[in-house]
């Protein structure tokens, strides 16, 4: 089977080599090419336009920065494809609505959709440990449960096409939330003077806790926020989705509208392309 990867970049590369070492052909296309190279020395082909890798392609991933990116490789030449015997698997953080209608676009020009965001960052992309969510049919997820288990032991079945983008958003949700309410913690008990290990003691022994806090403690504390595993700016995208996702079912956004406030602050200052702990440098009253 010969598979388009189209977004190879901090995610995409890595799941795009376990498919090259489980013996998939990979056809590999990033809009800044550069970002692809490594896989073309284990093994993918490498082409310029994304057409090209779709039209060599049964079945086409998307792991691409948002919806706009999407459009951008996909739109231009949509209606030049055939899509007939095509499906596509959508694996980036997008909205349910944005979900719902790629698939449309998809389905109407006689081709396959289905979502399956991941949770995860790249040390678990590199093992096959991701977390991946997917939105299908039932005969869908079982048709691509193989192929999707390069990527996770046990790719987590949720329903229809947008579930599985909404469920995305509702962890990634907590993402944002646990690191605002964590730097702040931390900020208190710094400038407090208090010990750092014995603020981490109790907080460990507490129902407060959560594996998040020791996953982050070093780079937060430290404030050390280059080689990200997950940039601010893809944080500060999936807030506003979610702000958009809760008004649709009539839930208050008003937490997340100043989690967004707080992380475009961060985007001003340069914080885009760091770790999107990077959040602590606004919490921290950094400038």
């Known amino acids: 089977m010969k598979i388009a990867f189209l977004g190879t970049g901090l995610m995409g590369r890595p799941m795009a080599s376990r498919l090259l070492q489980a013996g998939y052909e990979v056809v590999a296309y990033n809009r800044t090419k550069v970002k692809a190279f490594p896989l073309e020395s284990i093994g993918a082909k490498l082409v310029d336009q994304p057409e090209e890798a779709i039209e060599l392609a049964s079945v086409i991933i998307l792991m691409l920065a948002d919806f706009s990116a999407i459009q951008a490789v996909l739109f231009p ?22 979900s719902l209608s790629l698939k449309e676009e998809i389905e109407k020009r006689d081709g396959e959709y289905l979502e399956a965001p991941v949770l995860g960052s790249i040390a678990e992309a590199e093992k096959g440990e991701l977390v991946v969510l997917v939105g299908a049919t039932q005969a869908q997820f079982e048709r691509w449960l193989s192929l999707l288990r390069c990527f996770s032991p046990e790719p987590v079945y949720v329903g229809a096409v947008g579930q599985a983008a909404t469920f995305k958003l509702a962890l990634n949700q907590l993402i944002a939330s646990l690191t605002a309410s964590f730097a702040f913690s931390l900020g208190l008990i710094k400038k407090k003077g208090i010990a750092l290990d014995l603020f981490m003691q109790v907080l460990r022994r507490s129902s407060l806790y959560a594996y998040h806090f020791d996953k982050k403690l070093d780079r937060m504390w430290e404030e050390n926020y280059t080689n990200p595993t997950f940039p601010l700016r893809l944080l500060y995208k999936d807030v506003n989705l979610m702000i958009e996702e809760g008004r649709e079912v009539g839930l208050e956004v008003e937490t997340l509208s100043v989690l967004s406030h ?11 392309e760091r770790d999107y702990t990077a959040l602590s440098s606004i919490i921290l009253g950094r400038t």
Do not use: C, Y
């Not at 707080?262 to 340069?270: E, P, S």
């Open 77 to 98: 030449t949509i209606n030049q494809i055939k899509w007939e015997a095509k499906t596509i698997i959508q694996m980036g953080t997008i909205s349910s609505q944005q």
């Open 262 to 272: 707080l992380l475009g602050k961060a985007m001003d200052q340069g914080w885009g």
